[in-house]
């Protein structure tokens, strides 16, 4: 079974930081990799969507990487607000089967 | 709007009191899924489906059941709710092949 993990499990940091977050993976035939935000009590937001042919994805001030052959996807955010601050989550679907696999998440506090 | 709609929203109730948590997209998604979030195990799949009449068990589908009679409904039905049911759940739905995967608003369900 795809075990996926998030480290660390919460972070802050001062406003304007450039930080990158985690998303390790053990089964490498991901056929895509999704980042997802979440606000307390609310639904999650898709923030970026890899697909297993693709290395990155930009949006605004966020990219996501993709290294199969590690194991490992991270979200850079750049310039940090406080606005960013939320839980975000990866979430995987492999070739084969027809389920996704999320990690716990980390939470991100930005320090005004 | 692109959305995923569930209902209700909040809900509390009592041991065995039979409930249904209804599921909707206007996005003509084959694929959508239940999931329950609970603190310290993130997201866990419930059910899911791929098309009308198709469902499939998640990792947890003990004391749910599910129906899929048209491509827009995914309702999730607790026959004899206990406590231990008690969770944050999640509809989503996506396209079956590169499509993202969309969330609806998520109910907090309560089970005394």
């Known amino acids: 079974k795809q075990e996926v993990t998030q480290i660390p499990a919460a972070l802050s940091v001062p406003e304007g930081e450039n930080l990158v977050l985690n998303c390790s993976f053990t089964?490498?035939?991901?056929?895509?990799l999704q980042w997802f935000r979440q606000d307390p009590g609310k639904g999650l937001t898709s923030l970026l969507l890899i697909q297993s042919s693709q290395r990155e994805q930009t949006s605004g001030r966020l990219n996501a990487s993709l290294d199969k052959s590690s194991g490992r996807s991270t979200l850079y955010i750049a310039a940090s607000q406080p606005g960013d601050s939320a839980t975000y989550l990866c979430?995987?679907?492999?070739?084969?089967?027809?389920?996704?696999?999320f990690g716990t998440g980390t939470s991100l506090t930005v320090i005004p | 709007e692109a959305q995923v709609t569930q209902n209700p929203r909040y809900l509390i109730t009592v041991t065995g009191k039979k409930l249904t948590v209804t599921c909707s997209q206007n996005m003509n998604h084959e694929y959508m899924s239940w999931y329950r979030q609970d603190p310290g195990l993130g997201l866990r799949q419930i059910y899911y489906s791929m098309n009308v009449e198709v469902t499939d068990k998640g990792d947890v589908p003990e004391g749910y059941k599910v129906s899929r009679k048209e491509k827009r409904n995914f309702p999730l039905i607790l026959e004899s709710p206990s406590p231990n049911q008690t969770s944050l759940y999640f509809c989503?739905?996506?396209?079956w092949g590169a499509g993202e995967l969309f969330f609806g608003e998520g109910s907090r369900l309560t089970v005394l």
């Open positions: 989503a739905s996506t396209t």
């Open positions: 089964d490498s035939a991901i056929y895509n």
């Open positions: 979430a995987l679907r492999l070739n084969t089967g027809n389920q996704f696999y």
